[in-house]
């Protein structure tokens, strides 16, 4: 089972930026964790970081017929994009779309999620962890029938 990891927008500068609101792990961090999950878990993770939103859908565009799920951490286009929103749609590929913080706690324009419609589940405001629920997720569905 190989799972798509796709953070977008800003999410290079974890570790550095609002660390009271994002944690003080980088985004290296959280993608050996989810990689170490997945290894355990008998799946493989192809991870892929982007500030550019054309980068990220060629990205998931690319990989989606190898791949059997996707979790998308799609920062600020989570709010903006329908581009993206619908490659995900588009691929066909099971999504769940993560937040380490509580975007629903925020400002008023976080609070509008475009992407999700399309995707399995949100989660949101868990930090890190969020990421490894995503996984989990993912791969406890394929395992009970079919793809994730």
């Not at 565009?61 to 989570?78: C, F, K, V």
């Not at 913080?101 to 962890?129: C, D, K, M, Y």
């Not at 791969?139 to 994730?148: I, L, S, Y």
């Amino acid at each position: 089972m190989r799972i798509l990891l796709v953070n977008g927008p800003n999410l290079n500068t974890l570790g550095r930026r609002e660390p009271a609101i994002y944690g003080a792990d980088t985004l290296a961090d959280v993608v050996g964790r989810v990689e170490r999950r997945a290894n355990e878990m008998g799946a493989s993770v192809l991870a892929f970081q982007s500030n550019h939103e054309g980068a990220i859908i060629d990205f998931i565009q690319e990989n989606q017929d190898a791949a059997d799920g996707l979790i998308i951490n799609p920062g600020s286009l989570g709010h903006t994009s329908i581009g993206l929103r619908d490659c995900i749609a588009g691929s066909l590929l099971p999504a769940v779309e993560v937040h380490i913080s509580n975007v629903h706690a925020r400002e008023p324009f976080r609070q509008r999620l475009v992407i999700s419609p399309v995707t399995r589940g949100v989660i949101t405001g868990l930090g890190w962890r969020g990421y490894l629920y995503a996984l989990e997720s993912l791969v406890a569905a394929a395992q009970e029938g079919g793809k994730a």
